[in-house]
């Protein structure tokens, strides 16, 4: 992974054909810091074509029958996602240029409305934005004036709670860019930028073979590889989850089998675990949290130091005794939770329940009672009994931190928010803007009816372990 500065004469091979600058936005570069600083300089609501674009407004837009507009037009390209959380707790919000149409058959500031519409969602928290350069060629490329329309407009809460912004794939052209913009910028803003060459290196932050990467993309990374006959592991065989980091340089090394903790799928740890089926690391997190933590503003939600989060999931893995006292931040039992349901190789709500979770979506708002019924259904019958144990006791401490709401501030779709793309998720893909809030109304619908959904009647055994 590397910085925004120099970097290696080979590290752009096979790069789609590079692209001059436009003239326009020549012209634009001498003035551009008059420009940020200059709030009332119209001339950046113009888009490349000349025409007028509009800007986001700071309460929902609404369509001709006065429902609020999704900016369907714009989000049916999949050009921006939310994978979830990455490695640190973080959203991660995933810009596919690949997928951006024509320059000409789209309105560039309803793409900008459209990301501060997804970034509204999630801003309040920090977050993580990686940007998938390849594909971007001089037909669907946003100009240099919308880009400094684009850091003008989004406001400080933006800037504030991006925490990294990543460039996979950057061409000389993306370099050329940035070497222009970083100046006109804020020297805080600029420290975030980072380059990754290769798409192994995004596994450092989530797992690839999670995402709904574009397969030319890949395609690319390949030929990359090809070209530069690098044995590196490809983007395919993901790196990123349940590594442990025990080498003075920071190198991988994986542990036996019998310590390892995180990406192990339930029933190995319940084996190791006497037959308990709810894991170590959830039983030990979750007493912390609930002992420590219920009244704590922003549980679940704020990130603690990434390094130390990385050094406990290590401890566990390593098999050694873990005290969160010690540690003197509870967002870290906190964050290790999610993280363990994030890493499980299945969501523990199953692959297979997915489509059908998603489909009660469709009785929110209009049928709770409905609703409530369809939910505990799947969770009383259809759900595997360990999932349903492991589930449970998770979701009676969430439940807990709902009715502390108004002292810690997380309400029942506050949690689902941080906590729903961590329990469900598709097969070999991220969810879609569209699933993420269904995948919200079901677990927010689990947590208001906790005590009426999860009232499932355990086997003999499955009492006596608990």
């Known amino acids: 992974m590397d910085e925004s500065g120099p970097t290696s004469p080979d590290a752009d091979l096979f790069h789609e054909p590079e692209v001059a600058l436009d003239g326009d936005d020549d ?3 001498p003035n551009a810091r008059l420009k940020l600083r200059d709030p009332s300089d119209d001339s950046l609501h113009t888009s490349a074509t000349g025409s007028r674009t509009s800007t986001a407004p700071t309460t929902p837009v609404r369509n001709k029958d006065g429902l609020e507009d999704t900016y369907e ?53 920090d977050y993580t934005l ?51 913009f970083k100046h006109i910028v804020s020297v805080k803003f600029s420290r975030k930028v980072n380059y990754m060459h290769h798409l192994y290196e995004v596994n450092e932050l989530y797992r690839v073979d999670r995402l709904d990467i574009p397969d030319d993309v890949y395609d690319h990374e390949h030929r990359i590889i090809a070209q530069k006959g690098a044995q590196q592991p490809g983007p395919e065989k993901p790196v990123g989850t349940a590594v442990f980091y025990d080498t003075e340089d920071g190198s991988k090394v994986s542990k036996p089998a019998m310590n390892r903790q995180f990406g192990v799928p339930l029933r190995e740890l319940k084996e190791r675990n006497g037959g308990d089926p709810i894991p170590k690391v959830v039983r030990e997190t979750s007493i912390y949290v609930k002992e420590h933590g219920l009244s704590t503003e922003g549980i679940f ?34 964050l290790i939770l999610k993280t363990f349901f994030r890493e499980l190789p299945e969501p523990i709500l199953t692959v297979e329940l997915y489509d059908e979770m998603l489909r ?7 049928d709770n009672d409905a609703m409530v019924i369809a939910c505990k259904k799947i969770i009383c019958e259809k759900l595997p009994e360990d999932n349903y144990i492991v589930l449970n006791h998770l979701m009676e401490l969430l439940y807990l931190v709902m009715e502390h709401s108004e002292r810690n501030k997380m309400t029942a779709p506050n949690l689902a928010v941080v906590f729903g793309p961590n329990l469900m998720w598709p097969k070999d893909k991220a969810a879609s803007l569209s699933a993420l809030s269904q995948i919200n109304s079901f677990i927010t619908t689990l947590l208001y009816n906790y005590k009426d959904i999860f009232t499932r009647e355990l086997s003999s055994t499955a009492n006596t372990q608990q």
Not at 76 to 102: E, N, T, W
Not at 154 to 171: D, F, G, Q, T
């Open 360 to 366: 009660i979506h469709a009785l929110y708002m209009q």
């Open 27 to 29: 012209t634009l570069v």
């Open 130 to 180: 990686v940007v998938f350069q390849y594909g971007l060629t001089r037909s669907n490329r946003p100009s240099f004036n919308w880009l400094v329309q684009v850091y003008k407009e989004l406001e400080r809460k933006y800037k504030k709670n991006l925490k990294a912004l990543y460039i996979v794939h950057p061409s000389n052209v993306v370099k050329m860019f940035w070497g222009i």
């Open 73 to 125: 037009d714009i989000a049916r390209h999949k050009i921006i996602q939310i994978a979830g959380d990455d490695m640190v707790g973080r959203k991660l919000v995933l810009f596919y240029c690949s997928r951006m149409p024509p320059s000409k058959e789209y309105d560039q500031g309803r793409l900008l409305q459209f990301l501060k519409y997804t970034l509204d969602q999630y801003v309040e928290n």
């Open 301 to 334: 939600r704020r990130c603690p130091n990434a390094l130390t989060v990385k050094q406990v999931q290590q401890k566990y893995n390593n098999g050694e005794k873990v005290d969160f006292a010690e540690l003197l931040d509870v967002h870290i039992p906190a």
